[in-house]
């Protein structure tokens, strides 16, 4: 798994950290079977390390996503997100 991106997180605990990321977008099948409709498009975002993360948004190549879930293991966490279109 490639961190070749970098997520600079608003809001919330991280405040202005710039840590990798690998950014993954969650196909429509997956998105019925996790979260019940594909109405918005959602991603995946994963860590490298474990992050104290809760709620806020996070910016990936210009493209900002409000944090809807949150999965942290002892290794590792995995946020997932929408587009965030409004203002922050």
Do not use: C, W
């Not at 690998?22 to 959602?42: D, I, P, Y």
């Not at 806020?56 to 929408?82: C, H, P, W």
């Amino acid at each position: 798994m490639r961190f070749n991106k970098r997520a600079l997180f608003r809001k919330n605990d991280l405040d202005g950290e710039l840590v990798p990321v690998n950014l993954t977008s969650m196909g429509a099948n997956q998105q019925q079977l996790v979260f019940g409709n594909v109405k918005q498009e959602r991603v995946v975002a994963r860590f490298q390390r474990p992050m104290s993360v809760r709620t806020g948004y996070f910016t990936v190549n210009d493209k900002t996503y409000q944090i809807t879930m949150n999965i942290t293991s002892e290794r590792r966490t995995a946020l997932y997100g929408v587009e965030y279109h409004g203002r922050l």
